[in-house]
């Protein structure tokens, strides 16, 4: 499938780790982005080509991307971490995945 | 600092044209290592992305759209631009202007607008 599976929601407690998974057969083989949206602002790039992290996002967002699945992860979460988060890639069009919400309790 | 601004009608009827502008400002639109992107969102869902252009009018589309798209750049006034014909209700979305860092694998979006809400009701 050409599609990205995202789960709808994840819940961490702050302070911890959070991971939030993209799947994708062999996902492996393209480049992944991660982007923020918190209510009502526009989406903010986070990671781009599976791991970098442009200027200014902080060092707890990181990322990775192995075999069917790439994975965004949060260490030490904030409560400004809330919000929710897209996976995207470049597979001759762009395409998004549905999105996880991120809750902090 | 790169900052893009949506502008156009709030409201338009079904079976109408939507047509929005996105001004680049702090920077040239006329860049090799960038295409230029609208991506919508429809109230409570996720992001779909619309179609983007390149400086020269070079543009891609997403498929499912593209039989109702066009877009359009003017590099004299740093804008860009999109319509969307025959629209229908279910073309109401924020409607989101992008930078697309065509240069970079995976060609993410590094710089956003605001974006615009865009009601489709007679």
């Given at each position: 499938s050409?599609?990205l599976?995202?789960?709808?929601?994840?819940?961490?407690?702050?302070g911890?780790?959070?991971r939030?998974?993209?799947?994708?057969?062999?996902?492996r083989?393209?480049a992944?982005?991660?982007?923020?949206q918190?209510?009502g602002?526009?989406?903010?790039?986070v990671?781009?080509?599976?791991?970098?992290?442009?200027s200014?996002?902080?060092?707890?967002f990181?990322?990775?991307?192995?075999g069917?699945?790439?994975?965004l992860?949060?260490?030490?979460?904030?409560?400004e971490d809330e919000a929710?988060?897209?996976?995207?890639?470049w597979?001759?069009?762009v395409?998004?995945?549905?999105g996880?919400?991120?809750?902090?309790? | 600092?790169l900052?893009?601004q949506?502008?156009?009608?709030?409201?338009?009827?079904?079976?109408?044209?939507?047509?929005?502008?996105?001004?680049?400002?702090?920077?040239?639109?006329?860049?090799?290592?960038?295409?230029?992107?609208?991506?919508?969102?429809p109230p409570?869902?996720g992001?779909?992305?619309?179609?983007?252009i390149?400086?020269?009018?070079?543009?891609?589309f997403?498929?499912s759209l593209?039989?109702?798209?066009?877009?359009?750049?003017?590099?004299?006034?740093?804008?860009?631009?999109?319509?969307?014909?025959?629209?229908?209700?279910a073309d109401?979305?924020?409607?989101?202007?992008?930078?697309?860092y065509?240069?970079?694998a995976?060609?993410p979006?590094?710089?956003?607008?605001?974006?615009?809400?865009v009601?489709?009701?007679?």
């Amino acid at each position: 499938s050409s599609e990205l599976i995202q789960p709808l929601s994840v819940s961490v407690a702050l302070g911890q780790t959070a991971r939030l998974t993209c799947e994708r057969e062999d996902i492996r083989s393209k480049a992944v982005q991660w982007y923020q949206q918190k209510t009502g602002q526009a989406p903010l790039l986070v990671i781009y080509k599976d791991k970098d992290r442009p200027s200014g996002v902080p060092d707890r967002f990181s990322g990775s991307n192995s075999g069917n699945a790439a994975t965004l992860t949060i260490s030490g979460v904030q409560a400004e971490d809330e919000a929710d988060y897209y996976c995207q890639l470049w597979d001759n069009r762009v395409i998004f995945g549905g999105g996880t919400k991120l809750t902090v309790l | 600092q790169l900052q893009l601004q949506e502008s156009g009608p709030g409201l338009v009827k079904p079976s109408e044209t939507l047509s929005l502008t996105c001004t680049v400002s702090g920077g040239s639109i006329s860049i090799h290592s960038y295409f230029w992107g609208w991506i919508r969102q429809p109230p409570g869902k996720g992001l779909e992305w619309i179609g983007s252009i390149f400086y020269s009018g070079n543009t891609y589309f997403n498929p499912s759209l593209k039989s109702r798209v066009d877009i359009s750049v003017d590099t004299s006034q740093n804008q860009f631009s999109l319509k969307l014909t025959s629209v229908s209700a279910a073309d109401t979305a924020v409607y989101y202007c992008a930078r697309h860092y065509w240069a970079a694998a995976g060609r993410p979006f590094d710089s956003w607008g605001q974006g615009t809400l865009v009601t489709v009701s007679s």
